[in-house]
C-alpha cells in the first residue's frame, strides 16, 4: 500500500481564498478584522512563525499588527501592552507568541489576555470551555487536524486514536476535541512505557513528540491514517516531522507530509478564529451566519 496525501497546502489555500472573501464581507459591514501578534525577544524559529502568520493576515485581507518586544522587557510592560490590545477596538484577536523569556510568567500572561480576543485559545476560561465542548476558540494546530481528517472523509467517532505527545498545545487538547467526536482516545507521552504497544493499535495517530524518525513502519498496523505535527529542522537543513515518512507511507492509507501537511493549516485555522472574533465582537452574535459565514465552522460558533 502507498499511502494517499492529506494536502494541508492545498487545503490552506483553499481556505484562505474563502476566508479573503469573509474579510471582505465584514469590511463592508465596516468591520476591518484584526490581529495583533506580541513577540518578546529573538527566538528566531518564532520570528519565522510570527513572519508566516502576519503573512496569512495579508493574503486574507485581515488588518495585523507586529508587537516585537525585547528580552528583557518586565513582565508588567508586557501586561500592559496586552491591557492596551484588549482595549483597543480595532484588534479583534491577541496572540502572545510562546514560548517567553524565562523571567516571565507565561500563565500570568495568557490569562491577561481577554478571553474575547483569545485567538489561540490558551486562556484557562477557553481551555475550559473546550473541556466541556463548548469552545469559542480551537486552539489552532488541533483545529487544523481536525479539519484535515473531515475533509478527507475520515469519521473518528468510535475510532482508537493514539496521540503522541501531551503538550498544552497540541496533545491535550487535541484529546479533548477527538473525545467531543467520540473517538477512543490514548495519550502517550515521554514517559510511556513501550510506545509501540499503543501506536500499533492506533486506526489515527497523530504525532506531536517533537523527534524526527519517532515512529517507524514496525510501530503502526495497515491501513493507518497518520498526523504528522512535528516540524524538526535536521543539521543538513532539511525539515521532517516526527515519521519515517517513506517507510510508514507504505502501510498507512492516509499520511500527511512535512513540509506541507499540518503546518499551514494552523495558521490558516487562526485567522479563521480572527475572522469569528472580528464577527462576535461586532456585536453581529449569531450573526456569523448572516455575515454570509460558511467557513469550516467544526464546532457551533456560539456556546
Ligand atoms: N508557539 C508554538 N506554537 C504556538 C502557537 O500555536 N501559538 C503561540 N502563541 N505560540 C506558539
Known sequence: MSARIIDGKALSRQLRQNFRRHAEHLKQQGIVPGLAVVLVGDNPASRVYVNNKIKACEECGVHSSTHSLPADTREADLLQRI???????????????????????MRRVLEAIDVNKDVDGFHLYNVGALATGNTIFPPCTPYGVQLLLETAGIDVAGQNVVIVGASNIVGKPMALMLLQKEATVTVCHARTRDLAQHTILADILIVAAGRPN??????????????????NRLADGRIVGDVDFEGVSEKAAWITPVPGGVGPMTVTMLIDNTLRSATRLAGEGE?????????????????
Open 83 to 105: 491591557e492596551a490590545l484588549n482595549a483597543d477596538d480595532t484588534v479583534h484577536g491577541i496572540l502572545v507568541q510562546l514560548p517567553l523569556p524565562a523571567h516571565i510568567d
Open 214 to 231: 519517532l515512529i517507524v513502519p514496525q510501530m503502526v498496523r495497515r491501513g493507518v491514517v497518520v498526523i504528522d505535527v512535528g516540524i
Open 287 to 303: 450573526g456569523i451566519g448572516s455575515l454570509g459565514w460558511d467557513a469550516p465552522t467544526l464546532h457551533p460558533p456560539h456556546p
